[in-house]
């Protein structure tokens, strides 16, 4: 004869075990939407935020200028911490001033390197020295004091002419109609303007 126990033994099961039909499921998916969309936000408002960091044109300007006369040195690897060092102690927007240490990628970087061990040879002996555009980088190390001195010529030559490149259009945009000027993304707030229906007087009622 079956005892009590076993008889009722459905009943004295846990109720954890016990799957519960009527709870609807987790919504997993609404979660990961909800942190991808956070974190997105968050990404903009930092974005903004460097964009906005000292952004008048001339500290534009001056900081692009600053970002390609490092592209422009021998110190290969480093260019984009130089820039993001001296844009920090010189108060600058750290954003562009990286922007302006990507100027020297690969290709453009041989030219620039040939052109300144020759200038820096040419200004230390007074005779072009025998070398390939080439084989710039290769001997680089054996001609660093010419590329050195001719960074002083031609990088700067090149970091003056993007850094006036920089300081006119970040002028011009200034002076664009605020109308013609992309509207901002609807997830960042916006303050509350002086000219909002909220805040217009009321007209006297009769």
Do not use: K, Y
């Not at 970087?109 to 020759?118: C, D, G, P």
């Not at 002086?194 to 805040?199: D, F, K, Q, W």
Request: charged share 20%; net charge positive; proline share 10%.
């Amino acid at each position: 004869m079956p005892c009590d126990r076993c008889r009722h033994g459905q009943s004295l099961q846990s109720p954890r075990l016990q799957p519960d039909a009527g709870a609807p499921p987790r919504p997993v998916r609404t979660r990961s939407r909800a942190t991808v969309a956070s974190l997105a936000a968050g990404l903009r408002a930092l974005w903004r935020r460097a964009l906005d960091e000292h952004s008048t044109p001339g500290e534009l300007g001056a900081s692009v200028a600053v970002g390609v006369l490092v592209a422009c040195t021998p110190l290969v690897g480093a260019h984009m911490w130089i820039a993001l060092a001296l844009a920090t102690a010189l108060r600058l927007n750290r954003l562009w001033a990286v922007v302006g240490s990507r100027a020297s990628f690969t290709p453009i970087f041989v030219w620039i390197a040939f052109s300144e061990i020759e200038s820096g040879h040419r200004l230390r002996t007074g005779a072009w020295a025998p070398l390939r555009p080439r084989d710039a980088l290769a001997h680089g190390r054996e001609l660093l004091a010419d590329w050195a001195l001719g960074t002083a010529v031609v990088g700067a030559a090149m970091a003056v002419c993007a850094g006036l490149a920089a300081f006119a259009v970040a002028r011009r945009w200034q002076r664009l109609p605020r109308a013609t000027r992309p509207r901002p993304s609807p997830d960042v707030p916006r303050r509350p303007s002086s000219e909002s229906p909220r805040s217009a007087p009321r007209s006297p009622t009769p």
